[in-house]
Structure formats: structure tokens, C-alpha cells
């Protein structure tokens, strides 16, 4: 059906910067809004960064001036460039996309990606 494949986590240094990738691909008809969120071990999942069709994005506080995100419509992917990253940026990061499927164009759901670890660390 849908199938969305991150990649890009891993381990870097205080400074450092990584790019995740999420590629979505299936029966899909239209994406809408697409998003990152993060996990980290004994906390609630949290929104990192959304980016809408439009090209609109929100961005949570703890990550604004440092992540940005952006979208390649032709290949229905998502990126989040992290720069400047923080140990407390370490988490699970997930990728969300909201989309309609071709075979029932009216509803839009939303999936998920497996999860990439970053791991910010000296």
C-alpha cells in the first residue's frame, strides 16, 4: 500500500550535522502535509518540524535556526537538515506524511516511517 523508507540517522559530535531522508512510496494519489517527529527514551513523542503542500513549515522551538525542512514533491520525499545538533537532540526520529490514497481519494491518512536513531554524543 504505503511504504515510508527513512534513512541518514547515526552517531555524530556536538556541532555536527545530519540530513534524514524519508521517501514515501505505494498507491499514493496526493501528499499534504509532511512532518518530522522525535522520540527520546522516557519522553512522549514530540513534533519537530512540518512542512505543508504548500510549502509552509512550523518548526518547534528547541529546534528553530538550527533544523529546517523541506520536501521534493517529485519524489515524494522529506528531508530535515539538522545543523548545530545537541545531545538532547538525540532521539528516534520519525517522518509523517499525510496523503490520500488512489483508490479512495476522499480520506487522507497519515503514516509513518520505521524510525531513524540520531545520536548526538562526544
Known amino acids: 500500500q504505503v511504504q515510508l523508507v527513512e534513512s541518514g540517522g547515526g552517531l555524530v559530535q556536538p556541532g555536527g550535522s545530519l540530513r534524514l531522508s524519508c521517501a514515501a512510496s505505494g498507491n499514493i494519489f496526493s501528499i499534504n502535509d509532511m512532518g518530522w517527529y522525535r522520540q527520546a527514551p522516557g519522553k512522549q513523542r514530540e513534533l519537530v518540524a512540518s512542512i505543508t503542500r504548500g510549502g509552509g513549515t512550523n518548526y518547534a522551538d528547541s529546534v528553530k535556526g538550527r533544523f529546517t525542512i523541506a520536501r521534493d514533491n517529485a519524489k515524494n520525499t522529506v528531508y530535515l537538515q539538522m545543523n548545530s545538533l545537541k545531545p538532547e537532540d538525540t532521539a528516534v526520529y520519525y517522518c509523517?506524511?499525510?496523503?490520500?490514497?488512489?483508490?479512495?481519494?476522499?480520506?487522507?491518512?497519515?503514516?509513518w516511517g520505521q524510525g531513524t536513531q540520531v545520536t548526538v554524543s562526544s
Open positions: 509523517n506524511i499525510d496523503l490520500r490514497l488512489i483508490f479512495d481519494r476522499r480520506r487522507s491518512s497519515e503514516y
